[in-house]
C-alpha cells in the first residue's frame, strides 16, 4: 500500500499548500463581484457594479493615488541609494565594512512599530509635518536595507575581472559601470525594485505613525474595516493582484522566447 | 622591427604607439607587508615576444598588473615608447590584456565583445574592424553567439581578438591557455606564436609553464620572489643557468657541491666527493673555492665500466637505483658514491638498457657542465617546478 501512495503525498500536499495560499486571494477575488451594501463581508448576490466603477466608494482611489505615488517615489530612492550601497560594502575596503553590514540589517530586524514610533518621535521633535514626505522618508529607510539586501547578492557574484578588462579596454570607470557593471547587475537591481515597491505599497504599521492625515491604501483599507470594507478595496485589490501575475508570466515568457531563440542560433 | 601586412589595417595609429619599447625601472610592489615585486629594471623591446615565467607568488603576474594600469607600483617608474606611463589608469594607456579566464562580456554578443575597445576610443568602423579581428582567430562565423554559447578554446581566440584589434603598443597575456587541455594548448601556442609575427606587436607572456615559455618567447625572465633570476633567450637560459633556481625551475638539473682545487686556465676542477669534475670558466659564476658544478640529464652519457675511459675528469662511477622506460628513453637514477643520486636521460638508440643495480659509469663534455655560487641551495626551485608541472 504505502508504494502507491507515496507517489501521491507530495503532489497532494503540495496542492494543499498552495489551496491554502490561494483561497484568501480567490475569496478577495470573488467578493469583489459582490453586490455589497455598505459591509462586503457576506455574499449578497453578483453583479459587475464594482469593476465598472472602481472609484465608486469614496476615498477608495484617492487613496490608492496616494499609494502609487509614494511608493513609486520610495523604489527610486531606495532603488538608487541601496544599489549604490551595496556596491560599496561589497566593493570597497574600509575599517568599518563588517559593522556596516551588519547594521544596514539592523531596520529588517526591528520590529516595525518600534521603528514607527521612534521615527514619529523624531519628526515631532524636529518639527517635521507629517504627511506624504514623511510617509516616504520612513519607506525609503526600511527599504533600502532590502534593496541593499537583494543587490549586494548580485555584486558579490560579479566577477571584477570584467571591470578590469573594461578598463583594459579603455572604458573610464564611469563607462565601465554603465557598459559592464550595471547591466550585469541589471536583473538584481529590478528585482529589488520591485520588492522595495511591494514592500512600500504594502506597509501599514509604520506609515499609520507617520502620516498624519494622509490616507494610503492599507492605511484606507484598516481604517475602513471597522465600518466595513468597500466592494471597490477588492476590486483594486484583485487588480493589483493580476496585474502581477501578468508581469510574471510576461517576464516568464520573454525570457523562454530569448533562451529558445539563443539556442536557435 | 618586422611587421608584415597581413593586419587588420591600421589608420588610427601614430607610428610611436606600435609595438614600442616598455621599460620598468626601479618598480616595487608591497601589498602590506608582503613583498611582491622587489626593485625591478626590465626592458623589453617592440615587436618581441617575451615570456616572465615563475612559480606561483613570485611576482609576474602583479608586474604584468602593473603594466597594464591595474595595479600602481609602491615606487619607480615605467615608460612605453620613451613615454613615461606611470600613474596613469588603466583605460589611459596603449596596453591590452588577455586575461587568465578570458573575462569576455557575458551580456555582449561576440561581436560587441572584440568592439568595446575601438567604440571607447570612438573609432570609426568598429564593426567591420571587429568583424576583421575574428576573421583573424577563424572565429567570423560566431560574432553573434553570447561568449557562453563557445568551447573554452573559442572564447579564449575571442579575448586575444578583442584585445588585438585595438593595436595596442604592448599586448598582455596572463597565463591565457591555463585553461585549456593539453592539445589545445599546443595549439593554441602555435597560433599565438603566428599571430604575433604576423601583426609585429610586442607580446609580454606571463606562464608558469616553462616549456610554454621556452617554445613561444624570443625572450625569457625567469622571476622568483619578486626579482628576475635571469633573463635571455631560451636555449642561452637552459644551456647556461646563472642561479640553482634557473638550473631547477627550467628543466631538470643535477647540482653537486664542492670546492674548486685545481685552475687549468680556460677551466676550473670541482672536487665533490673525490671525484674531479670539470668546468669552463666562461661557463661559471665563481672560481674559486666553494662551487656548485650542474649538469642537465640528458648531457650524461652513461656507459658500461668497460667501456669507460682511464680515469681523469668528469667521470662518475654509480650504481643504477631506479629505470624508466618511457619509450623514446629512459630515465635512470644512479646512484654515485660520495655525491649521492644521479639523474639520466638516455635516448633509446636501441643500445641495450642497464638494470636496477647495474654498475655504469657516467661522462660528459666539460663544455655541458656550468658552474655556480657554492652558497646557493641545490634544491633552489625544485619544488617550485614540481608545483608548476600540475
Redesign the interface.
Given at each position: 500500500m504505502r508504494r502507491r501512495i507515496g507517489p501521491w503525498l507530495v503532489p497532494a500536499f503540495g496542492g494543499l499548500a498552495f489551496l491554502f495560499l490561494l483561497v484568501p486571494i480567490a475569496y478577495v477575488f470573488a467578493f469583489s463581484f459582490n453586490d455589497a451594501g455598505r459591509t462586503n463581508l457576506s455574499w449578497r448576490g453578483f453583479t459587475l457594479d464594482n469593476w465598472r466603477n472602481p472609484c465608486g466608494a469614496p476615498a477608495v482611489c484617492e487613496s490608492l493615488a496616494n499609494s502609487l505615488q509614494i511608493s513609486s517615489i520610495v523604489t527610486v530612492i531606495a532603488t538608487i541609494l541601496g544599489t549604490a550601497i551595496a556596491i560599496g560594502l561589497v566593493r570597497l575596503r574600509f575599517k568599518f565594512n563588517a559593522t556596516a553590514n551588519m547594521l544596514i540589517f539592523l531596520p529588517l530586524a526591528t520590529p516595525e512599530v518600534v521603528l514607527g514610533a521612534s521615527l514619529l518621535a523624531q519628526f515631532l521633535n524636529i518639527g517635521v509635518d507629517l504627511g506624504v514626505g514623511t510617509i516616504i522618508i520612513a519607506h525609503s529607510m526600511f527599504c533600502i536595507s532590502f534593496v541593499v539586501v537583494a543587490v549586494k547578492a548580485r555584486v558579490a557574484s560579479l566577477?571584477p575581472?570584467?571591470e578590469?578588462?573594461?578598463?583594459?579596454?579603455?572604458?573610464?570607470?564611469i563607462?565601465?559601470f554603465w557598459?559592464?557593471t550595471f547591466?550585469?547587475l541589471l536583473p538584481g537591481i529590478v528585482a529589488a525594485a520591485l520588492l522595495a515597491f511591494a514592500m512600500s505599497f504594502d506597509d501599514f504599521i509604520i506609515t499609520n505613525f507617520n502620516s498624519g492625515n494622509v490616507d494610503t491604501f492599507p492605511k484606507f483599507i484598516y481604517v475602513a474595516a471597522t465600518r466595513g470594507i468597500p466592494a471597490q478595496a477588492n476590486v483594486i485589490g484583485s487588480a493589483m493582484f493580476i496585474i502581477a501575475l501578468l508581469i510574471v508570466i510576461g517576464g516568464q515568457i520573454l525570457s523562454n522566447r530569448r533562451a529558445k531563440m539563443?539556442a536557435a542560433? | 622591427m618586422t611587421m608584415v601586412q597581413t593586419k587588420p589595417e591600421s589608420p588610427n595609429t601614430d607610428a610611436d604607439d606600435q609595438g614600442a619599447d616598455l621599460r620598468l625601472a626601479a618598480i616595487t610592489k608591497r601589498f602590506g607587508g608582503f613583498l611582491a615585486v622587489d626593485n625591478l629594471d626590465l626592458e623589453i623591446p617592440a615587436a618581441s615576444f617575451f615570456a616572465l615565467l615563475g612559480p606561483s607568488g613570485c611576482g609576474k603576474t602583479t608586474t604584468l598588473r602593473m603594466i597594464a594600469g591595474l595595479e600602481q607600483p609602491t615606487s619607480g617608474s615605467m615608460s612605453i615608447g620613451g613615454k613615461d606611463i606611470t600613474g596613469t589608469s588603466a583605460h589611459e594607456r596603449p596596453v591590452n590584456t588577455v586575461f587568465q579566464n578570458y573575462a569576455l562580456f557575458p551580456h555582449m554578443s561576440v561581436l560587441d565583445n572584440v568592439a568595446f575597445g575601438l567604440k571607447r576610443r570612438k573609432i570609426r568602423d568598429h564593426q567591420a574592424k571587429a568583424k576583421q579581428a575574428l576573421e583573424l582567430v577563424e572565429l567570423g562565423h560566431l560574432s553573434a553567439r553570447r561568449p557562453a554559447q563557445l568551447s573554452g578554446g573559442q572564447q579564449q581566440r575571442v579575448a586575444l581578438a578583442r584585445a588585438i584589434v585595438n593595436e595596442p603598443a604592448l599586448l598582455l597575456l596572463d597565463e591565457p591557455l591555463g585553461a585549456l587541455d593539453m592539445k589545445l594548448r599546443r595549439q593554441m601556442q602555435g597560433e599565438l606564436k603566428r599571430i604575433q609575427t604576423d601583426i609585429g606587436l610586442t607580446f609580454v607572456h606571463v606562464t608558469h609553464d616553462q616549456e610554454e615559455a621556452m617554445t613561444m618567447a624570443d625572450t625569457v625572465a625567469v622571476m622568483n620572489q619578486g626579482q628576475v633570476e635571469q633573463l635571455g633567450a631560451p636555449r642561452e637560459l637552459y644551456e647556461l643557468p646563472r642561479t640553482a633556481f634557473v638550473a631547477n625551475f627550467l628543466g631538470k638539473s643535477n647540482l653537486v657541491a664542492g670546492e674548486i682545487i685545481e685552475d687549468r686556465g680556460d677551466a676550473v676542477v670541482i672536487s665533490a666527493g673525490g671525484n674531479r669534475l670539470a668546468v669552463r670558466k666562461d661557463r661559471s659564476t665563481t672560481h674559486q673555492g666553494k662551487a656548485l658544478i650542474g649538469i642537465r640529464p640528458e648531457k650524461l652519457r652513461m656507459m658500461w665500466p668497460a667501456d669507460a675511459p682511464a680515469d681523469g675528469s668528469n667521470i662518475l662511477r654509480g650504481r643504477v637505483l631506479d629505470s624508466s622506460f618511457t619509450g623514446v628513453s629512459t630515465e635512470y637514477l644512479v646512484e654515485v658514491a660520495g655525491i649521492g643520486p644521479v639523474g639520466v636521460f638516455s635516448q633509446n638508440h636501441g643500445q641495450q638498457l642497464a638494470a636496477p643495480g647495474d654498475d655504469v659509469v657516467l661522462t660528459w663534455d666539460t663544455a655541458h657542465a656550468f658552474g655556480l655560487d657554492g652558497d646557493e641551495d641545490t634544491q633552489a626551485g625544485a619544488r617550485e617546478a614540481e608545483a608548476a608541472a600540475t
Open positions: 566577477d575581472k570584467l578590469e578588462a573594461a578598463a583594459d579596454l579603455y572604458a573610464s570607470p563607462q565601465a557598459r559592464v547591466p550585469l539563443l542560433r | -
